[in-house]
């Protein structure tokens, strides 16, 4: 007798819902593991494996799915089951990023997340994830990213500033940070994105202290996210936000024009 599948439990985990939704389309479709592999060109074990969440599932398995089953709900899942790859003390920023009208950052030490490659975040986050959990740290990074190419709502106006040594540091190699900073110039191209650079010359400045983000929304008030050693932590007190917009524009004043910053972000290439 053929062994009764193995039971799935859709409610422990979102990649275990994943999978249950997996069995429901193959099984309402009258295919067994074998044959939905086989119709998706995957290795034969893939098909078990994402039904029973012992492996989590790619972008790529999602689009298959979604293509072959026509929908779009293992795309939709995919979404959520990558923010839940992100860190505790970041998820509370990262759900109420995608609401936010405009967005103003600070980063001197690297290039912030949302204007990152898949190179230059693999090599960055590579620094402190185990290989099983890098290719699902690295494209809940990217999912992140959507915001800024949807239709509707608009994309968030993006405002970010930069510390030169930024530009300077080669996360990932020459190669990776050559086009790391093409990518950075393309996306200054765009009329919603605005990148200034703080040169070094400023020597100290208030930005040592550390990078941080603000969110501003239609309705509701501004908040705000500053990153620590080791972690970060929310700003939703509005006089702390006032402290942290003010701080933003603080260093905003030492930053090059964005025309300058162009030029000295070419001259990093």
């Known amino acids: 007798m053929p062994k009764p599948p193995k039971a799935l439990t859709p409610d422990q985990s979102l990649a275990a819902y994943f999978g249950f939704e997996v069995r429901k389309h193959r099984e309402g479709a009258s295919l067994s593991q074998a044959e939905l592999a086989d119709h998706l060109h995957w290795a034969k074990s893939t098909v078990g494996n994402l039904e029973t969440a012992f492996r989590s599932p790619t972008v790529d398995h999602a689009k298959d799915l979604d293509r ?12 959520l089951i990558v923010r839940e790859e992100l860190p505790d003390f ?10 936010a009208t405009h967005i103003r950052m600070f980063e001197p030490l690297v290039i912030p997340g949302l204007l990152q490659i898949e190179e230059y ?19 809940a990074r990217m999912e992140r990213q959507k915001i ?17 040594g930024v ?14 900073i093409e990518h950075l110039l393309a996306m200054g191209e765009r009329h919603d994105v605005t990148i200034q650079v703080v040169p070094s ?24 996210y500053a990153e620590a050693a080791g972690g970060g932590h929310m ?17 905003r004043a030492h930053a090059l024009s964005v025309n300058e910053s162009t030029r000295l972000i070419r001259e990093a290439l």
Do not use: N
């Open 68 to 79: 072959f089953f026509t929908t779009d709900r293992f795309g939709w899942l995919h979404g």
């Open 90 to 99: 970041f998820r509370p920023f990262a759900r109420r990023e995608p609401d």
């Open 121 to 139: 975040a693999r090599a960055l986050l590579a620094t402190d994830q185990s290989p099983d959990q890098l290719e699902q740290a690295v494209a």
């Open 148 to 164: 800024l190419f949807r239709k509707e709502p608009a994309p968030p106006r993006l405002w970010i500033v930069l510390d030169e």
């Open 167 to 180: 530009l300077r540091r080669q996360v990932g190699g020459a190669t990776v940070m050559r086009k790391q």
């Open 201 to 224: 010359s400023v020597g100290e400045y208030i930005g040592l202290e550390g990078g941080f983000s603000i969110l501003s929304f239609d309705e509701g008030s501004d908040m705000a």
């Open 235 to 251: 700003i939703e007190q509005q006089k702390d936000v006032a402290r942290t917009i003010t701080r933003f524009e603080l260093i």
